[in-house]
């Protein structure tokens, strides 16, 4: 029952704070989003002739705790998921559905790693969440670590409300001591995939610093799209290092866009283009190399180059 201001995505997932969920959803959308887990495996169950709204993000959807758990294996699988089975064979040759791509299924784990753990619980040791549906009528936590994910209900099974019933209070303990009883050490979680962005937010790109309001940054109709010029997509960039640093250094020149822009090598922000948009970077070392260049409006433009 208090106002916290301006918070870090980290915070606002790990606390689960209601507003910054749902603004967020606003954003991507709940049909968009409810397409994307039936994608994956997870089937909302919903009133006849109903369409999923904002309420799914505060628990107004149903949904099956082995759906649940279905879901969140997909971000220890980096974003892939399979269809559980109540007996695993020692071979699975079933082709596993996407939920979302690598880079942002690993960010949520290592995101879900650090939320606060019941008392007395180890910290940073398994990621999960908790959650509260509407009307205390569910409490449920879900978690994971390398090896395995454990989902946790807890509730009435007529589905009557239990006042004071929460997911961090009544679940969120179970799952730990699950994860403590099935004997095994826990695993760490996945290495970030290539291309993870993993910076301190005063280093991230303009458009990553703060969630913005649909049309706080919106474009005139006069600006061209954003375009790197050089350098070209596909090209073959030969760096002289024997005159040192400076011999070594790469023009990066685009065209369009909106300032601010910050150039990325590799998903690592190396700052940003001048008002002639152009800047001089380091060339990362021989091999492929991904350079991403994104605008004030986050619009981006990637080419894949090869140094040697």
């Known amino acids: 029952m208090t106002f916290q201001g301006t918070v870090p995505v980290r915070k606002a997932l790990q606390l689960s704070l209601n507003v910054p969920a749902i603004v967020l959803l606003d954003r991507v959308g709940s049909s968009r989003l409810t397409s994307r887990l039936r994608q994956a495996g997870g089937n909302m169950v919903l009133p006849k002739d109903e369409?999923?709204?904002?309420?799914?993000?505060?628990?107004?959807?149903?949904?099956?705790?082995?759906?649940?758990?279905?879901?969140?294996?997909?971000?220890?699988r980096l974003g892939t998921t399979k269809p559980l089975r109540e007996v695993v064979t020692e071979q699975d040759d079933r082709e596993p559905l996407r939920l979302l791509d690598q880079v942002a299924a690993w960010q949520v784990g290592n995101v879900l790693l650090g939320t606060p753990p019941p008392e007395n619980a180890a910290h940073n040791r398994i990621a999960f969440k908790t959650g509260t549906s509407y009307?205390?009528?569910?409490?449920?936590?879900?978690g994971f670590d390398g090896r395995m994910t454990i989902a946790v209900w807890v509730g009435r099974p007529d589905g009557a409300p239990v006042p004071g019933l929460i997911?961090?209070?009544?679940?969120?303990?179970?799952?730990?001591?699950?994860?403590a009883r099935t004997g095994k050490t826990l695993a760490p979680?996945?290495?970030?995939?290539?291309?993870?962005l993993v910076a301190s937010n005063a280093k991230l790109p303009l458009p990553l610093k703060r969630f913005r309001p649909v049309g706080?940054?919106?474009?005139?109709?006069?600006?061209?799209?954003?375009?790197?010029?050089?350098?070209?997509?596909?090209?073959?960039?030969?760096?002289?290092?024997?005159?040192?640093?400076?011999?070594?250094?790469?023009p990066v020149k685009v065209a369009g866009g909106v300032l601010p822009m910050t150039i990325m090598v590799n998903g690592t922000?190396?700052?940003?283009?001048?008002?002639?948009?152009?800047?001089?970077?380091?060339?990362?070392g021989p091999g492929f190399a991904r350079l991403t260049v994104i605008d004030a409006t986050g619009a981006a433009d990637t080419v894949v180059i090869r140094i040697q």
């Open 216 to 250: 706080e940054l919106v474009r005139t109709g006069g600006e061209q799209a954003l375009h790197i010029q050089f350098p070209l997509n596909g090209s073959r960039i030969d760096v002289d290092r024997s005159g040192g640093r400076e011999s070594a250094a790469m």
């Open 269 to 284: 922000a190396l700052g940003e283009i001048d008002g002639r948009r152009q800047r001089l970077i380091d060339p990362p």
């Open 167 to 179: 997911g961090r209070v009544a679940a969120a303990p179970i799952l730990f001591d699950a994860f």
């Open 51 to 76: 369409t999923p709204g904002l309420a799914m993000g505060l628990g107004g959807v149903g949904v099956t705790l082995q759906d649940l758990a279905q879901l969140y294996a997909g971000f220890a």
């Open 189 to 196: 979680l996945p290495k970030p995939p290539r291309g993870t």
């Open 135 to 142: 009307g205390y009528r569910d409490a449920w936590s879900v």
